[in-house]
DNA sequence: CATTGCGCACATA
DNA sequence: TATGTGCGCAATG
């Protein structure tokens, strides 16, 4: 944050890759704008978002894989194809028309909406420049990978194959309930999965752990075939009560937010929530709040009882978690991930505004990639603990529903 | 070894 | 069809 520089330092790094026809997705940016400037990957990931949600930079999910275009240059060859579509008639301004298409872009651009991000719903929001509008364009995008993101979640267990039935299969499923649905799917289509998300492309994915997992090839025809939004409904109507409610039940959320998935959630709750606690208070504040609030005065010595324990301070029962995990705030989730040993990710999780609700959100490719932290202890946090968690509550909530 | 350049096939409008 | 994108591989430092 804060440095502007980042923002050049990441435009230029994504120029670069692309003019050197390389995917400029997050491990590249990442390891680029370390070389050049040597800052952490962490640093630039945060930036990244940050970019992100400024529309200077935008999040597309291209054959199947997150990429990251500069905004600018993307409004610009938008606008021309724009052009060439839309006034195919008019053929003359095309020399002309580019030179002065940047600088209308900047005032009549529909900021971004690549093709990806008209395939992620044909970018409905044609109003000119409103943040707003920005946004949803955004969203759409994200939802455009969501979508992609929806079965990966299935897929991811069975990764690199693209088994088209699966794989629609996969979509419908819910993406919010990772572990029946994980399971299941990881049952059915290939056992020799049942290790860990990489197989498909071992090296790759590890290295790109901040990445790459999306794959999944039938994202861009479900695109096409359905606007984001119904998309997005789907899960939600398929999604477990529990959850959804729980995410209603405070915050009621907006039309789209249910259709929210990993990303659009991450950016959405970045983008939404950064500015609160951007500023403020400290995680550990926080959540000292949180527990004084809570007021039960924890005997424990652990930490662990601390999260199970938030609010009875003693073991952690399914119980308690499950109700609690709603309750939890940033800083509740990042005490609990650094008393469980990843302080370290726990910064991620803080930094992505993760809390309890967005947690029982979360799916694995959001640990996975959405996080920006190492392949591996993103998987042992997302089966060892997310998982965990997000089955106690769903488990303890679907009596209550059921 | 990492980085860069680029042909060519693919995706999208 | 036109155009943008990025994989995969060779060249380079």
Known sequence: MSEPRYREWILDTIDSLRSRKARPDLERICRMVRRRHGSE????????????????????????????????????????????????????????????????????NKRASPAELNNGDSAQGPADDD??????????TTAGMDSSMDEEEASLDAPCMQI???????ISLSPVIPDVEAEVTRASPMPSKSGSSCQ?????????????????????????????????????????????????????????????????????????????????????????????VDDIPLTQG???????GMKRGGLFKADDVAQDLLQWSVADVVSYFTSVGFPEQAMAFRMQEIDGKSLLLMQRSDVLTGLSIRLGPALKIYEHHVKVLQRSHFQEHSGVFS
């Open 164 to 170: 088209p039935s699966a794989a629609d299969s996969g």
């Open 200 to 292: 498909s492309t071992p090296e790759k994915e590890r290295g790109a752990a901040g990445v790459s997992p999306e794959r999944t090839q039938p994202a861009a025809q479900r695109d096409t075939v359905s606007p984001v939004l119904d998309m997005a409904l789907q899960p939600a109507a398929v999604c477990p009560s529990a959850q959804r409610s729980a995410l209603t039940r405070e915050e009621e959320p907006r039309a789209g937010e249910n259709a929210l998935t990993p990303d659009q959630l991450l950016s959405n709750c970045t983008a939404s929530l950064q500015q609160d606690e951007a500023v403020g208070s400290d995680h550990l504040e926080e959540g000292k709040k949180c527990n004084s």
């Open 131 to 140: 943040p707003m509008e920005d946004m949803e364009d955004e969203l759409s």
């Open 41 to 108: 990957p962490d640093q630039t990931c945060l930036e990244l978002e940050r970019l992100i949600q400024d529309h200077a930079v935008l999040k597309v999910n291209y054959k199947g894989s997150v990429s990251y275009r500069n905004a600018a240059k993307v409004q610009r060859s938008r606008r021309r194809s724009e052009q060439a579509a839309g006034k195919k008639s008019s053929s003359s301004s095309s020399s002309s028309s580019s030179s002065s298409c940047s600088s209308a872009a900047s005032n009549n």
């Open 302 to 308: 652990t930490e662990t009882a601390k999260n199970g």
